[in-house]
């Protein structure tokens, strides 16, 4: 396993060394020794997927943060004239102070706040029927982007496709969008989500043999494709396959008839604090870089305690209200990632080229978790297949999520460093 690059350390004692000079020339030896003494960082190394933690942007354009002095420009480079304008995070009313407040298990839910995210819901009856875990696209952006309903979620998970874009699965359950789109096929991590939060799964479809193994699952009897209840089709001028939409009300009612519409049974609860954990990092631009095919960027509003997100240079933005999506949490997850050779989805002359790849979501892996302007590292755990995701630090300690929307941004295994950060 690599270890995590941070910019003013090595783990070798001459570069180390020249470092420290540097960073004496530069007035900067208070921040890092600062840095340095933050909980948990020297007994457990932040995974590899993060290859910078910087004190400037990569990016060209204005400050973000309020704080946060801006260093000269640099030359462009090709990573730059990716975001050739300025980033400006929306204006929201700040954040409403509340006492600390620790949900960990049931009791501390009761009957109204929501499980996934910690809030009080507006309608606690809808905490009584079955989450939807919906297939969402994100490409190509032309025809997938803006998409429907993405910011009342309450989780979102992006996950790399066969060809390297990446789509979504959202779960909805405390709120109900007006529309939620562009709907396509399943994976094979499908068959993982919807059992992680007791879900139905809503989609467009899926390879046949992949479509066996969601049928053959535990999830078989909650599946809703496009002829059920729900799902129409919209009337733009592009590819068909981009054109399934499906009102959530009546995708319920379609899990009505199938018999499934109950309260979920959640295991391994997640826990939130309104407070963050001890240490942790500054970290107020992330960008995590999908292969050659999606850049996504989460920028920090103090004022509002939420992260903002951009994709490719663009806000992402909520088709239904034109409101750009945030959350409270973004989750960087590391899986392992391997083809299913019992699968073939492409072939030529009888010989097989491609197969679907299969997310390995269970058991355990690296996690870095992303509240209030912060980086913390965590284990990510999911023991039994019921189970949704929890974290842990170095010493076995819960690691809370900030009350709120959580982003999962699920990455590769092989992936080396495709997230920088900046402070």
């Known amino acids: 396993m690599k270890f995590l690059h941070l910019t003013g350390f090595r783990y070798n004692a001459v570069m180390f060394s020249k470092m420290l000079s540097t960073l004496f020339l530069l007035g900067f030896i208070g921040f890092m020794t600062t840095l340095v ?8 190394p932040l995974p590899t997927l993060v290859s910078t933690i910087s004190a400037q942007s990569t990016l060209p354009g204005p400050t973000i943060v309020p704080t946060f002095t801006p260093q000269p420009t640099a030359e462009p480079t090709e990573t730059a004239t990716l975001f050739p304008t300025a980033i400006t995070i929306p204006t929201i009313p700040p954040t409403p102070t509340v006492l600390a407040l620790m949900l960990s298990g049931p009791d501390d839910f009761g009957t109204d706040r929501n499980p996934l995210t910690g809030e009080v819901v507006a309608e606690p009856g809808n905490l009584l029927r079955r989450p939807l875990a919906v297939k969402v696209s994100n490409s190509p952006p032309s025809y997938a982007r803006p998409q429907n309903g993405l910011s009342q979620a309450d989780l979102v998970f992006e996950h790399v496709t066969e060809a390297d874009i990446t789509r979504f699965t959202a779960i909805f359950y405390s709120q109900t969008p007006t529309d939620i789109g ?7 991590i499908d068959k993982e989500l919807p059992a992680m939060y007791d879900a139905a799964l809503a989609m467009s479809g899926a390879h046949p043999v992949v479509s066996q193994r969601l049928h053959g699952s535990d999830i078989g009897d909650r599946l809703l494709r496009s002829h059920e209840v729900g799902f129409y089709r919209t009337e733009e001028d592009k590819p068909w396959e981009h054109t399934l939409h499906a009102d959530p009300a009546g995708l319920w009612q379609a899990i ?12 391994a609860w997640m826990t939130f604090s309104s ?10 631009r992330i960008e995590v870089a999908y292969d050659t095919y999606t850049l996504v960027e989460w920028v920090y509003a103090p004022a509002n305690g939420r992260y903002w997100r951009w994709a490719d240079g663009e806000p992402t933005i909520d088709a239904n209200n034109g409101e750009q999506i945030s959350a409270a949490n973004v989750i960087l997850l590391t899986a392992v990632h391997e083809p299913d050779k019992s699968i073939c989805i492409t072939h030529s002359e009888g010989i097989c080229s ?27 755990l999911r023991e039994n297949r019921s189970d949704m995701f929890t974290f842990v ?3 076995d300690n819960s690691v809370p999520l900030q009350i709120g929307s959580s982003w999962f ?13 900046s402070p």
């Open 182 to 188: 562009p709907i396509r096929s399943a994976r094979l």
């Open 256 to 267: 009505a008839a199938h018999g499934e519409d109950r309260p979920p049974e959640f295991t």
């Open 354 to 380: 491609g197969w679907p790849i299969e997310i390995q979501i269970w058991g355990q892996g690296d996690a870095l978790i992303l509240r209030d302007g912060k980086l913390f590292s965590a284990t990510w």
């Open 409 to 421: 941004q699920i990455l590769p295994h092989y992936y080396d460093n495709p997230v920088t950060i």
């Open 37 to 44: 003494a933050c909980d948990g960082l020297e007994e457990r």
């Open 393 to 395: 630090d170095a010493a």
């Open 275 to 284: 407070l963050p954990p001890p240490g942790g990092v500054a970290a107020n």
